[in-house]
């Protein structure tokens, strides 16, 4: 960054804390105010107004306990950033060179967090570019022309007794600093620092209410997830080729869709611990997902738990609590690239042309993998096969195929208010084709394409419109998205069947695959069952790196709901009954759900073109693993 557009302000309160044998305590606050760096505008940009002019006095003078401590009456203060731009800001505690006192015996409140040591892992302690430590209490995006309210709270941790007394005559010294600097491209506010990362071929685009892509201006907004625009993303055709801000960036160019999915916590509503069928479902129970995007991860609290991660396990978690979705823990990203469409298989120019499962071992086919609409999804590979090819496609964006905590991550936010938070429409092209949408929405599921509650039609030429279908270039299409509009997700209701990336454990009897010899016709060649519980025999190609996959507690049925992993969109999504189809729907807009088992260990998603009301964003089912001609995949990077 231009030294001459780059601001750094070091804002401070000085708290000195000086505990005597006789209990006398004290804080004395001062302010002070530094600038480094050339800039271009006032030094007084920023201001620091405190409540109080002099000194304020402690309470308590012992050790105390923390809910004494919450009780202490607040130091409050002001930051205003009076400058007419937007900048990137951090809010530090450092303490000074006269600390004798170990920050391991205070206890600090920030607003209205939880008390906690500044030395627990719950603190993000880091080096300053002045070389000195601090602990950062808040960082994010600062709006031109605003305030922001700030209150403290610290006291000597109760664990500080008789037997501490030389920690109790020690001196404590410490201040508030806050670093900012003018942002050279857009952030969203809400977002919290989860904003979408760019990286190795990633091409910021805008998308119109035509379809038309343009290179994004990133000093500029570009997506708006508090007006349901998802950030998008392509990969291009000819990566040589060097498109300026808001020209047009031509289909013939453009390889790949992805779209940004922010890291978040959601507000948990539904423990997913259902064992059996329910007579009845309450269908009115469907609602709004609470959502909060932030870079943080949460921890036990009295409005948070820290995420189980397991199947079938609930840790701290509660209705009610947020729970950061698991989705975002694994690879500790603050967000993920998803793709926008089923993965089709490049030149193909039939639907008998994208039906392959070439046998590459490791390799998979990435060469073969296209993203984008009006083309033929690929079908009829296996579950090993689309592993392979997602995880080789683009190393670089650490690339692979989608997991099933990562479609209940898409599913949850198109669910909430930053997405379209309704039901999604259905592809029912019965050509397999990506993007498309029905032009009414099915009132029943699994019928011939003569019974209007259900129309799919067969269309010969990509980017056709028919009767009952439309193509992803029709605005109509727009009703297939996660958000209602073009910056969305397409094929999460219908078109093919997608296998989701997970295995499943039986943790009874100690092994995988229950007995059989192999997982199936997955392709994971050489993946054998195991007493000791783990994977055997050396030459299996079933990925080492758990991070990969979701791993699922061994379920002998299919109403065992409750081996769900929070989060998964399984579960959750309940209770489960039969309906007059003789399938297993949840409750939420009838979507089919049947549980993987012991037989069928694997989980597909979002039902294909013929699923009618079955079909949904919450739809799951099981599967033997092998390769079907309407089974597809999806790919996600983590950055």
Not at 297 to 305: P, Q
Not at 331 to 351: D, P
Request: glycine share 8%.
């Amino acid at each position: 960054m231009n030294k001459k557009k780059k601001i750094i302000y070091s804002l401070g309160i000085l708290m000195i804390v000086a505990i005597g044998f006789i209990g006398a305590s004290f804080a004395l606050w001062t302010q002070n105010f530094t600038q480094s760096g050339e800039n271009t505008i006032a030094s007084d940009c920023f201001h620091i107004t405190l409540t109080e002019d002099k000194g304020i006095l402690l309470e308590n003078s012992f050790p105390m306990y923390d809910r004494d401590g919450k009780k202490l009456t607040p130091y409050t203060f002001q930051v205003s950033n009076e400058c007419s731009r937007k900048v990137e800001y951090q809010l530090n505690f450092e303490t000074t060179s006269n600390t004798t006192l170990s920050d391991s015996y205070v206890k600090f409140m920030f607003q209205e967090n939880e008390p906690m040591l500044l030395t627990s892992k719950e603190s993000t302690k880091v080096t300053l570019s002045n070389g000195k430590s601090a602990y950062v209490l808040e960082k994010g995006y600062f709006e031109g022309n605003t305030t922001k309210d700030y209150s403290i709270r610290i006291w000597m941790d109760e664990n500080v007794t008789s037997s501490n007394t030389d920690a109790m005559n020690q001196l404590f010294e410490g201040k508030i600093t806050i670093t900012a600097s003018y942002l050279t491209k857009y952030y969203e506010e809400i977002l919290n620092g989860t904003d979408p990362v760019l990286k190795d071929g990633l091409i910021p685009v805008t998308i119109g209410n035509d379809g038309t892509v343009k290179k994004a201006d990133i000093t500029k907004e570009w997506y708006r997830y508090e007006k349901q625009e998802w950030a998008n993303a392509v990969i291009l055709e000819d990566e040589n080729q060097v498109y300026r801000d808001g020209q047009i960036i031509p289909e013939s160019n453009i390889e790949s869709y992805f779209v940004w999915i922010p890291r978040y916590k959601y507000k948990i509503w539904n423990m997913g611990e259902y064992e059996g069928l329910s007579d009845h479902i309450d269908t009115t129970q469907v609602h709004q997902i609470e959502v909060i995007f932030g870079t943080d991860t949460t921890v036990d609290s009295a409005t948070e738990c820290r995420t189980p991660m397991l199947s079938g396990e609930s840790g701290n978690c509660s209705i009610g609590k947020y729970m950061t979705h698991p989705a975002f823990i694994s690879f500790g990203t603050n967000g993920l690239w998803v793709g926008k469409f089923e993965t089709g298989y490049k030149g193909a120019t039939s639907a008998a042309d994208a039906q392959q499962n070439p046998n590459n071992g490791m390799n998979g086919t990435p060469d073969k993998v296209i993203i984008k609409p009006n083309v033929y999804s690929w079908r009829e590979i296996s579950v090993a096969n689309a592993y392979w090819t997602s995880y080789n496609y683009k190393r670089n964006l650490d690339s692979h195929m989608m997991k099933n905590t990562e479609w209940g991550a898409v599913a949850y936010l198109q669910h909430s208010k930053y997405g379209s938070h309704s039901s999604v429409r259905i592809n029912n092209n019965a050509s397999y084709m990506t993007g498309y949408a029905a032009k009414k929405e099915p009132t029943c599921g699994y019928t011939a394409t003569n019974e209007e509650c259900n129309k799919y039609e067969n269309i010969d030429t990509l980017g056709k419109d028919g009767t009952y279908t439309v193509n992803y270039f029709n605005s109509v299409s727009n009703l297939a998205s996660t958000t209602g509009n073009y910056s969305g997700i397409y094929d999460m209701s219908g078109g093919s069947w997608e296998y989701v990336m997970e295995v499943m454990f039986d943790s009874i009897n100690k092994n995988l695959c229950s007995g059989r010899d192999e997982i199936y016709n997955s392709g994971f060649n050489g993946l054998y069952c195991s007493t000791s519980g783990s994977l055997t025999n050396g030459i299996s190609n079933f990925p080492e790196d758990t991070r990969y996959y979701d791993t699922y507690v061994y379920a002998n049925d299919d109403v065992h709901y409750n081996h769900r992993i929070l989060g998964d969109a399984t579960g959750e999504m309940g209770p489960f009954t039969n309906s007059t189809e003789i399938r297993q729907i949840g409750l939420w807009y009838d979507d089919e759900a049947w549980f993987a088992n012991s037989v069928v260990p694997w989980f597909k998603r979002g039902h294909a073109m013929h699923g009618g009301t079955g079909a949904g964003v919450f739809t799951f089912t099981r599967t033997e693993g092998h390769a079907w001609d309407n089974n597809s995949f999806r790919i996600v990077f983590s950055i």
